[in-house]
């Protein structure tokens, strides 16, 4: 579970332990109970030697990743259960939150989040970018909000599913906490680049309009338009979705919020306007009314990372659909999907959530400009290395 390192005051002086990292957390919980608070300094020292030995012995074993480079890209995916709430710390520090995952169950997911915050080594967050203001998106807002300092929040603006009613009372309170006059608020529009000093975030998708022109290094026909339609109109706040395409160094990650297939279709026909992408947040939680094989596999991700529930997204013909794409390396899921079952469920290991109670653990991705990333399971405290 994120944070469980705060818990934890590693006794090396007043300073923190720069090792005290998600991955490492189990084994300071181990170190850190045999070590007083009130220690003298030599035993500092022994404790410190004893912790560096123990990190270097087992860190082969388990396969460690390397500590992050200070000019790597930190992506957290914390698990809001089925929402989304996905966390982009840059190498100057800077920090773009999308979505705050749920409302209500006790803080629980402001609570994950700020733990993200924390273990990236910040105490404040940038940029909350809303996708849209479904329940599993904007519900966390105002909890967020009283939990951690934020400068800005960036949406696509009007609330346009006002007949449902869990989806207006959401946009009431974000609409609430944006007039508290706290924070600065930005309503982004296709072609837009967001304000966010060391990644280039450009929006894709918004309030229902999409980039006319292809992307930079976009543009190319799609040929799997010549058999496939387009998909019947949504007509939630779905395909209002605000979309970005976040841009470090080469490294392209394509993030849609919950934007449906109808959506899809015109981003990717008769021109794919996108283009290709090396990390695909898949689409609404790996449902089947988004991610279509038209899209997918013409932004042809080298790695997909879903934020599904173990009852909520991941259907079995989405997961298909990402498995079967060209370049596909790996998918990556926060949950077992209990719809998809064995069959169609991504291997174990690149699960952070299996079967049975949850967790809470988290998925993190560190990028490099060069296009090299590694992402690591808390749950298994084992990261995979993706080469160039
Ligand atoms: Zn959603």
């Given at each position: 579970m994120l944070g469980t390192c705060k818990i934890v005051t590693f006794p090396v002086g007043a300073q923190p332990c720069p090792e005290c990292s998600r991955r490492n957390a189990a084994l300071h919980l181990a170190q850190a109970s045999k070590c007083p608070q009130a220690s003298s300094a030599s035993h500092h020292k022994y404790a410190l030697t004893l912790a560096l030995f123990f990190i270097l012995s087992l860190s082969s074993a388990f396969a460690l990743p390397p500590a992050?480079?200070?000019?790597s890209l930190q992506i957290y995916f914390v698990d809001v259960e089925g929402g989304q709430a996905t966390l982009f710390v840059t190498p100057s520090g800077q920090s773009l939150l999308i979505d705050t995952g749920w409302p209500d169950n006790n803080n629980r997911d402001a609570a994950r989040i700020v733990a993200a915050a924390h273990d990236a080594g910040i105490d404040k967050i940038d940029f909350v970018l809303i996708t849209h203001y479904h329940d599993d998106h904007v519900g966390g807002a105002p909890q967020l909000a009283a939990s951690i300092p934020i400068g800005a929040f960036i949406d696509h603006g009007?609330?346009?599913?006002?007949?449902d009613s869990i989806t207006q009372n959401r946009w009431v309170a974000y609409k609430t906490l944006l007039g508290s006059g706290k924070f600065r608020h930005i309503i982004a529009k296709p072609g837009d680049v967001l304000p966010i000093q060391g990644i280039h975030a450009e929006v894709v998708s918004s309030d229902g309009a999409l980039i006319q022109k292809p992307l930079r290094g976009a543009g190319r026909a799609n040929p799997a338009c010549a058999n496939s339609i387009q998909p019947p109109a949504d007509n939630t706040e779905n395909l209002r979705s605000l979309g970005v395409r976040i841009t470090f160094g080469k490294l392209n990650i394509l993030d849609l919020g919950d934007l449906t297939a109808d959506k899809e279709y015109e981003l990717m026909c008769p021109l794919n306007k996108i283009g290709k992408v090396d990390i695909y947040i898949a689409s609404h939680h790996g449902f089947s009314q988004s991610g279509s094989a038209v899209f997918v596999h013409a932004i042809a991700p080298r790695v997909a990372i879903v934020d599904n529930g173990a009852t909520k997204g991941g259907s079995p013909l989405a997961l298909k659909i990402i498995k079967s794409s060209p370049n596909l390396q790996a998918l990556w899921q926060l949950h077992f999907s209990e719809e998809a079952g064995p069959a169609d469920n991504t291997a174990s290991e690149l699960i952070a959530n299996p079967e049975g109670p949850d967790a809470a653990h988290y998925l993190k991705l560190t990028a490099n400009a060069d296009t090299t990333f590694t992402i690591f399971n808390s749950r298994t405290n084992r990261s995979k290395h993706y080469p160039p």
């Open positions: 992050s480079p200070t000019k009007e609330n346009r599913e006002t007949t």
